[in-house]
């Protein structure tokens, strides 16, 4: 009779084959405890949808970077941005938004008033950070300033409450200012309101105002034929990302028709307009992050207060006003923050 093994198992005993078994494991359990740590320490990298009613081209968005760089993030290593720029053409927005919500994007930064309002109706539980909306309660993002609840927080601007303000300062560098036009585009609803200061502010001076329409390039060039028509003497130019997006078109159009202009930040005016007054989009960019470090680190943004913008500036463009064949009085010369020659 033959015996043969079955395995080759059988080869050692059974107290032998316990040891090497025991052994085996316990230098699994030591590798898998560096991989373990390993993955542990692996950073997560957030993604950020970043959502814009204008164009690439505006220097401003720089600021957000620049605000997460100073918080330690990293761009490519521990945050990623998805940029979407609609270039005015405010019927891509929704469709942005609605991406960033499929792709579920863990923070979603939207700039302006319609920005905010695609992304709200893309989500209601990604947070979203917007940067410069006029009137956040009014609109439904907030239920108020100091606890704004639901997804949304960040800053708001005042550029409606300064409008008035545009009309001053017009005035003062415009002698004998009588007519001044009003440009505000139709498809945006934070314009009218801006119309509705101005006109308010124009009446108790006796300045008579015009409004112009405009949302595409032929209507900005039949626009200022019609200020030309009703012989104004300024032209104050709402905000509006559209046309910041056609800034250049529109200052070149306002020195051919020799229109001074007046505008809300300082890149219309760096553009070739005639003054800007308003808060610093750059620094209210650079601010923004610091709502998205906030969050991410897990704050609920229905908790964060709306920050308002406390500080204004004025640029007055010499270049342009000598163009125009006006003398910048010397008093608004000191009052700004910044004369470019």
Excluded: C
Excluded at 21 to 43: D, E, H, K, M, N
Excluded at 187 to 211: C, F, H, M
Excluded at 298 to 314: C, D, F, H, R, W
């Amino acid at each position: 009779m033959f015996e043969y093994e079955s395995s080759r198992s059988q080869k050692y005993p059974a107290s032998q084959r316990r040891r090497i078994l025991l052994r085996s494991a316990l230098v699994g359990v030591a590798l898998a405890g560096p991989l373990a740590s390993l993955a542990q320490q692996r950073p997560k990298v957030w993604r950020i949808g970043f959502l814009a009613a204008d164009s690439s081209s505006s220097r401003v968005y720089e600021g957000f970077r620049q605000g997460m760089r100073e918080l330690g993030y990293v761009e490519g290593r521990n945050f990623t941005i998805q940029w979407r720029f609609a270039d005015g053409a405010y019927e891509r927005l929704p469709g942005f938004a609605t991406e960033f919500a499929r792709s579920k994007v863990d923070l979603i930064v939207a700039g302006t008033t319609l920005s905010v309002q695609s992304a709200r109706q893309a989500t209601r539980t990604i947070p979203i950070v917007m940067v410069a909306v006029p009137d956040p309660v009014g609109e439904g993002f907030a239920t108020s300033l100091s606890r704004p609840g639901g997804n949304i927080t960040g800053l708001s601007n005042i550029v409606t409450e300064v409008s008035a303000k545009h009309l001053e300062l017009l005035s003062a560098a415009v002698p004998k200012l009588s007519r001044v036009a009003v440009l505000i585009n139709p498809l945006n609803p934070s314009d009218a309101l801006i119309l509705e200061q101005i006109s308010g502010a124009a009446y108790s001076t006796r300045v008579k105002v015009s409004a112009i329409e405009a949302s595409t390039a032929k209507q900005l060039e039949a626009g200022f034929d019609a200020m030309i028509r009703a012989r104004v003497q300024g032209l104050i130019v709402a905000a509006d990302p559209y046309f910041e997006v056609q800034r250049v078109q529109i200052a070149n159009l306002a020195i051919k028709n020799r229109v001074p202009t007046i505008f809300s930040n300082r890149e219309m005016t760096e553009a070739g307009g005639l003054m800007s007054y308003g808060q610093d989009l750059t620094e209210h960019y650079r601010r923004a992050a610091t709502y998205v470090d906030k969050i991410l680190k897990g704050a609920k943004p229905g908790e964060l207060p709306v920050e308002q913008p406390t500080v204004l500036e004025l640029v007055i463009n010499r270049t342009t006003a000598k163009a125009l064949g006006l003398t910048v009085p010397r008093e608004l010369a000191l009052r700004a923050d910044k004369v470019i020659e």
